[in-house]
Each structure stands twice: as structure tokens, then as C-alpha cells.
């Protein structure tokens, strides 16, 4: 599992946009991943992906 520090940058209709604080690469994860931690999340949140097999899988905020 490779984990990725990213800042929560917005939301695009039902997908929620980071941007990898390394590369800037953005990742669209969809609503159904964020799941509850969507009513915390705010612009500007540092938070960590977790990825399996090049697969987003798990947020963590921090």
C-alpha cells in the first residue's frame, strides 16, 4: 500500500479533488470512497490517500 499527502483542493459534482502534495498530480476520488468524511473535509486540508495496486482505497485527514 503506498500513501500519498494531499491537500483536499474542492469538490466537482459527486467527486472530491486532491492534489498530491509531490508530484501536484490531482486525484478525483468519488463521493462513495469519502463516504462520511466528506462533512469534515474543508479547502486547504492536508489529508493522506492510500492506494493498492495504483487503486485509490482509503483517506485519512490530518
Partial sequence: MDRRDTTYLYRDGSDF????SEDYEQHHLPESLVGDAAKFLLEGMPVQ???HNGTRCTLSCR
Avoid: N, T
Avoid at 479533488?17 to 498530491?20: I, K, T
Fill in 17 to 20: 479533488v486532491f492534489m498530491d
Fill in 49 to 51: 490517500v492510500a492506494f
